[in-house]
């Protein structure tokens, strides 16, 4: 009989992994303690951006027209219990305020809430990002409560899926890992992803610890590419080098792999700032924070780009205050294709720039609306021929694709300057160049 799947919190994670679990054939009920969200997936839409999600959701939420009706909602804990023979977690870890551990109420408040209901044989299956040891707390959770006893299991199964590609990335994973600890559960884990295995996704199987760890070591060596690739762009910078050449030139190496070494403002959003400082935590409380005292490094000279993008648009525009000039911020979200402004980079160096005197308008193409509620002080502009009206500087601080397809000249047309500052490094210099703007980017030589 085919198996009946749960997952619990509805999140960017939750959300994108019941529908992929019904796209891919199961029967799914998904549950959430914030009604407003469930209400807002039963009609088939999301509280954030994310491409394809909400076709998927229309393809398999119960009462559309022509969806497969198997997903379903609700917030009846019971309810889960009953139905489910695997339960994934998938809420939230942030960081805890003031702190750098992350915040495992969350998750615990779930499985002790899901635990009292398992009255049939069921494996519980953590997916959220959480400090190595959990799952081993968490298990005896589930043995102390669970009143079917032994036939209620919990197994790590860390996702890895990425903001905007999310449900390309759970669809079809680069890799499934699964913590486990009895091959029941690891055989019932194989029949869950037994579409993505055959398609060739390599099925990696460990114990509790190591799965936790993959996740996060996984962040933690994507964050340190991206700072090694920013490291070396102060470094061009001092000696007229250039950055992007340099990236590409290392990138033709396979060891080293071209990907996540763009050089610019750095990272943010909601997972890898809070991730490498929440393992940091960790590994001081297993008494092994030697071993990562460098993602300390790797986090201040990402937090330093930001400060160095603010100095080289003061600098360029002339080196005094930004008292009176008007700027212009394309982009606010951490990255194109979402809406997600989280820990953003780009709008954190607009706010620098507004707190310190100078007048700035941002256009971003989807993350407005939570730009504006983080931000509300901030000028905000309609399109990006609105927020360069008039502007003294123009700062490309999130890669969209609509941006590297504006016209420089339309824009040198309403521009009071042509200043371009690319904190991305992603746009065309030369282009730029030839329609009379002044273009500047860190890690890359004056023209
Ligand atoms: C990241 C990981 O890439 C996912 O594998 C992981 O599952 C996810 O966190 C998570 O833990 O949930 P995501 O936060 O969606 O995914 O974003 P990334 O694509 O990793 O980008 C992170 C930041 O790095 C962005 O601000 C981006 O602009 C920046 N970045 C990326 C660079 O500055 N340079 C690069 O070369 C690449």
Redesign the pocket.
């Known amino acids: 009989m085919a198996l009946k799947i749960t997952v619990i919190g509805t999140g ?2 939750g959300a994108t992994h019941a529908a992929a679990m019904a796209e891919l054939g199961f029967e799914v009920l998904a549950l959430d303690i914030v009604r407003e969200k469930i209400e807002m997936l039963e009609r088939g839409e999301t509280p954030m951006y994310e491409p394809g999600l909400e076709e998927l959701l229309r393809r398999h939420v119960a009462g559309f027209e022509g969806s497969s009706g198997r997903l379903r909602f609700t917030q009846d804990w019971a309810e889960v219990g009953a139905f489910g023979d695997v339960h994934f977690v998938c809420v939230n870890t942030p960081q805890k305020h003031g702190e750098y551990a992350c915040d495992m109420s969350y998750v615990e408040s779930a499985v002790a809430s899901l635990a009292p209901h398992l009255t049939r044989p069921a494996l519980v299956v953590g997916k959220s ?1 959480v400090p190595v040891g959990s799952a081993d707390r968490l298990a005896r959770t589930i043995a102390a409560l669970a009143p079917v006893g032994e036939e209620a299991e919990l197994a790590w199964n ?9 449900v390309q ?1 759970t669809l079809h994973p680069d890799r499934i890992v699964v913590g486990v600890r009895s091959e029941r559960a690891e055989t019932l884990l194989r029949q869950v992803y037994e579409t993505p295995v055959a398609e060739g996704t390599p099925f990696v199987v460990t114990d509790f610890p190591t799965a936790e760890l993959v ?1 996060t070591s ?2 933690s060596f ?2 340190t ?2 700072s090694f ?2 490291a070396m762009a102060e470094v061009c910078e001092a000696a007229d080098g250039d950055v992007a050449k340099l990236a590409e030139a290392i990138g033709y190496d396979d060891r080293i792999g071209k ?14 700032p809070k ?1 490498i400082r929440a393992f940091m935590a960790r590994a001081g409380e297993l008494g092994a924070d030697q071993a990562l005292t460098f993602l300390r490094e790797i986090d201040s000279v990402n937090m330093r780009q930001r400060g160095r993008m603010v100095e080289l648009a003061r600098q360029e525009l002339g080196g005094g205050s930004f008292l009176g000039k008007r700027i212009a911020v394309l982009g606010a979200t ?3 294709d ?1 809406d ?1 402004v989280r820990d ?2 780009a709008l954190n160096v607009a706010g620098q720039i507004h707190l310190q005197g100078g007048q700035v308008t941002v256009y971003d193409p989807k993350g407005m609306e939570n730009a504006r509620r983080l931000f509300p002080t901030l000028g905000y502009a309609d399109s990006a021929l609105d927020a360069v009206r008039g502007a003294d500087a123009v700062l490309h601080l ?2 969209w694709r609509e941006f590297r397809d504006l016209d420089p000249a339309a824009l040198g047309e309403v521009a009071t300057d042509r200043l371009i500052l690319d904190g ?1 490094n992603a746009l065309d210099p030369e282009l730029w160049r030839k329609a009379g703007w002044t273009y500047r980017a860190m890690g890359r030589p004056t023209a």
């Open positions: 960017y994670l990002t860390p996702e890895f899926l990425r903001e905007g590609f999310a990335d996740k996984a962040n994507l964050a590419k991206i690739i920013n990907k996540f070494l763009r050089a610019g403002i750095g990272f943010g959003g909601g997972c890898l991730d951490f990255k194109p979402s997600d953003s980079p999130t890669e991305r």
